[in-house]
């Protein structure tokens, strides 16, 4: 065996070429989740802005291949979300269907400082996947009587186009909305007096609407993840910051 080795450097050595230093675990991760969402953006037809933003697909209208991928998405981008070191810098990826799923992994993610890189794509005119819009049926095939036949349209009846700015405008306005901000508040309006914040009450409710998914009565299945932001909100402040709680619900 040794001399085998010997044999292999030689020959490397004779031919230029040189070993291919091997990576290390977190390197290896990192490029396997930036080739799944390039792979993705290849893949992915659809990109339903609004149930990623709600965190829920409840279109019973929908064809089941839509709701299929638009699951398998709403999974894939948690599970990327674990790995903010690597999505961030995606949001430059010269393919805007990469940068639109980098949008995706951050928005679900969850962490607030990323507001502004979310941000940073608002006026990003390139054309991204295919959006689904609620049909308008959903709720009045709701209505049907039980065992009646499922009612589907097709893809081509409900999608719409959109741009990454679209995306990443949609994404920071459920945060204006949590805090109550009037229509249109501009990014840029909204985040220097929270800059820098380690907790602020809208950032909370915007993160129970999704563990909600806004519904009403609550559904049962949604309590874990529901308990998990209410440990978040009692948890008592680190040491030496106050927390106003009066000012960060005004805001």
């Known amino acids: 065996m040794k001399t085998t080795h010997y044999l292999l450097l030689i020959i490397l050595g004779v031919s230029g070429c040189k070993p291919t230093p091997s990576l290390s675990a977190p390197e290896q991760q990192a490029l396997t989740v930036q080739k799944e969402i390039e792979e993705g953006a290849k893949t992915y037809t659809h990109f339903a802005t609004n149930d990623i933003l709600f965190n829920r697909h409840r279109h019973i209208d929908w064809p089941p291949e839509a709701f299929d991928q638009q699951s398998r998405l709403l999974a894939d981008l948690l599970a990327w979300s674990q790995h903010p070191e690597v999505v961030r810098p995606l949001v430059k990826h010269p393919d805007a269907k990469v940068r639109t799923l980098a949008l995706g992994a951050l928005f679900v993610g969850e962490r607030f400082e990323d507001l502004p890189l979310i941000a940073s794509l608002e006026e990003d005119s390139s054309a991204?996947?295919?959006?689904i819009n609620d049909s308008g049926r959903s709720y009045a095939v709701l209505m049907h009587a039980k065992g009646t036949p499922r009612i589907t349209v097709p893809v081509?009846?409900?999608?719409?186009?959109q741009t990454v700015g679209d995306v990443a405008r949609s994404m920071c306005k459920w945060y204006t909305d949590a805090a109550y901000q009037p229509h249109r508040t501009r990014f840029a309006d909204y985040w220097p007096c929270r800059a820098g914040r380690k907790s602020c009450a809208s950032w909370f409710l915007a993160r129970l609407w999704r563990a909600t998914r806004r519904t009403s009565p609550l559904q049962p299945q949604y309590q874990e993840d529901i308990d998990r932001v209410?440990?978040?909100?009692?948890?008592?402040?680190?040491?030496?910051?106050?927390l106003d709680v009066a000012v960060r619900v005004a805001q």
């Open 128 to 131: 991204s996947f295919m959006n």
């Open 156 to 161: 081509s009846s409900i999608e719409a186009p």
């Open 230 to 242: 209410l440990a978040e909100i009692n948890a008592p402040p680190p040491l030496g910051e106050s």
